[in-house]
């Protein structure tokens, strides 16, 4: 027996959708029927993704999202459920990284990065739970899903981003953590840990003779694509991973198991 994914009916909140990752995931979502709210502090990006979702035949909304601003966060989701419903899915996906020695990172630069990858990831997430928690407990049927969007250097320590490591690390135990709290009120909370994936932001880089030589170093000599997450974004949206809390699903096509 086949299973079908259908969001008809559903809501899902991206953030970070104005380009890569976050980009494909608000049209994969889209594209299987659901309304997705995109969110990210560049407007006009996300005001072209929602005129290509739509011409593809699909639903968006398009909200204002600086994550390092917890009014910000506040007053985008509530603006989100008021233009499209309450959200039954969040692609907790914003990140920022630098690359640098540790000796050499400054407050400012820790700043930058912890603020988006961990302190945002978490009141991102706790302001949509509260939501989903409250409805929960009206509705003891009603599921929804958090999809943490961390990172296999949150898994292992890769050279001149050890800022971002840590950070990725953060979202995961973060992760384990809200799955244990919140599971009860019908909230699956699970983390995806990509590899090196070519979008837009690193495609110079991946071309280059530094990021040939590393594309050398993988496992199978390639990098992947953000079309490579669709399978598994789809199925930790969907009611078929009801039984799948709390865990951390590495997609870096072997990269972690050497």
């Known amino acids: 027996m086949g299973i079908e994914v259908n ?24 594209q299987a029927g659901a309304q997705v709210v995109l969110a990210s502090r560049r407007i006009e990006r996300l005001k072209e993704l929602r005129a290509e979702i739509e011409a593809e035949g699909g639903a968006a909304h398009v909200v204002s999202l600086d994550v390092t601003d917890y009014a910000s966060i506040k007053s985008a989701i509530a603006h989100a459920e008021t233009e499209a419903g309450p959200i039954d899915i969040l692609v907790n996906n914003s990140g ?18 912890t603020d988006t990858n961990q302190r945002g ?24 899903r958090i999809i943490n969007i961390a990172s296999v250097a949150g898994l292992r320590i890769v050279p001149q981003i050890g800022i971002y490591c840590m950070s990725k690390a953060a979202v995961v135990h973060m992760t384990k ?82």
């Open 7 to 30: 969001f008809e009916g559903k809501i899902a909140l991206i953030t970070g959708a104005s380009s890569g990752l976050g980009a494909r995931f608000a049209k994969i979502l889209a």
């Open 96 to 113: 920022v990284s630098i690359t640098q020695r540790l000796l050499d990172v400054t407050p400012e630069d820790y700043a930058y990065v």
């Open 121 to 144: 990831a978490f009141f991102v997430a706790q302001e949509t739970a509260k939501r989903m928690i409250a409805r929960a407990k009206g509705d003891a049927k009603k599921q929804h």
């Open 177 to 258: 953590s809200m799955a244990v709290e919140w599971g009860r009120y019908g909230i699956n909370v699970n983390a995806i840990c990509p590899g090196y994936i070519a979008t837009e932001i690193n495609a110079e880089y991946f071309a280059s003779e530094a990021g040939q030589k590393l594309i050398n170093l993988l496992p199978r000599r390639r990098v992947g694509l953000p079309e490579d997450l669709d399978g598994l974004l789809l199925f930790l949206a969907s009611e078929e991973s009801r039984f799948i809390n709390g865990t951390i699903i590495t997609a870096d096509d072997g990269m972690s198991a050497e």
